[in-house]
């Protein structure tokens, strides 16, 4: 339970934060919210021998949207987006997402960037991502670099994210009017990570057809995975009950699970088509203005 030793490099702006990355390579970790990171290091399952703290660099918290994007800086908290007037009234699918996530302690530190940053498929903020169409911005000593949430996630705790860079910002698009959105999680307990979970964002076209949707599956593959058969299904159609139901199972033919802990895989598989279609008719009723 206590880490291995490290050193600890307080750095107060971005380029002083970046040259410590790069100049300490794969010795050097971020540290953000702690409460991936410090856990890991405690069991030793990560033992950087330095760790660069964040949370003293000016201008990293904020939360605004301005521009048709809504912005979510690296030290911003979750409790803080769980809170927020802007995100309870404009964004509940990231409310539902937050609340799903460990308890208030925890969510009182934990940053919504080191939830992606961390890469862990089982984090519940990455799939939310993927169907708000999310834009990540990475900044390194070379300058700044936007990822699409698409092309974040590269395998298990791995990211686009090279070793120097710092994840400083998420960008999501301002949906559209006649937009909603939903985050739907079983878990084992209250706290607990998922054992499925969806996220779906529907826009509905003028006619009343889907103009767009998004759609993410958490813990049911090696990395958060974007059900682009079903988001395509659904595209131009009246969203229909039959219609969610074939979506919801092209949802579960995409996802990739594997028997654990929390269930067989087949188990899993029939959760995301149950899970998917709850999103969806949630999403649904939103974009027409219900809660
Ligand atoms: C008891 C418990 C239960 C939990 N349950 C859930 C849950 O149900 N769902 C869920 O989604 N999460 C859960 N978590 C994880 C929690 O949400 C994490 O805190 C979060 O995933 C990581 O955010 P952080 O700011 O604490 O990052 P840290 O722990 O500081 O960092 C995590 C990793 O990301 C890197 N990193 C962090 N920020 C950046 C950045 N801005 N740029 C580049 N790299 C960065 C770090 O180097 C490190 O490798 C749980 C945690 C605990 C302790």
């Not at 809504?70 to 409790?79: D, F, H, K, N, P």
């Not at 969510?107 to 993927?130: E, F, K, S, Y």
């Not at 590269?154 to 990211?159: L, N, Q, R, S």
């Amino acid at each position: 339970m206590i880490p291995a030793a490290f050193e600890y490099h307080v750095p107060t702006s971005l380029p002083e934060a970046t040259a410590l990355l790069a100049r300490y390579g794969d010795d050097a970790k971020v540290l953000s919210g702690g409460q991936s990171l410090i856990p890991m290091m405690k069991l030793r399952l990560a033992t950087p021998r330095h760790l660069v703290d964040i949370n003293r660099i000016p201008g990293l918290a904020s939360l605004r949207e301005a521009d048709g994007v809504l912005t979510i800086g690296a030290l911003c908290r979750e409790s803080e987006l769980e809170e927020a007037e802007l995100i309870r009234t404009r964004y509940p699918i990231l409310v539902d997402t937050c609340r799903v996530i460990a308890d208030p302690l925890v969510r009182n530190l934990a940053t919504v960037c080191g939830n992606l940053a961390h890469g862990d498929p089982a984090n519940d903020h990455p799939a939310t991502m993927l169907a708000l169409a999310a834009e990540l911005v990475a900044v390194g000593p070379g300058g700044e670099r936007r990822v699409p949430a698409a092309a974040f996630f590269t395998g298990p705790f791995a990211t686009a994210l090279a070793g120097d860079e710092i994840l400083t910002e998420i960008r999501i698009p301002t949906p559209p009017p006649r937009s909603g959105g939903a985050y739907v999680k079983l878990e084992r307990k209250v706290g607990d990570f998922a054992t499925a979970a969806v996220a779906a964002q529907v826009t509905l076209a003028p006619g009343g057809t889907c103009g767009r949707a998004g759609i993410g599956l958490t813990n049911v593959g090696p990395t958060p995975i974007q059900a682009r058969r079903a988001e395509a299904f659904l595209t131009g159609k009246r969203l229909e009950d039959g219609v969610i139901k074939e979506a919801a199972r092209l949802a579960a033919e995409e996802s990739q699970p594997v028997s654990d802990l929390r269930g067989p895989a087949e188990y899993k598989r029939d959760l995301v088509r149950v899970l998917a279609a709850r999103a969806l008719r949630k999403a649904l009723a939103r974009a027409g203005g219900g809660r």
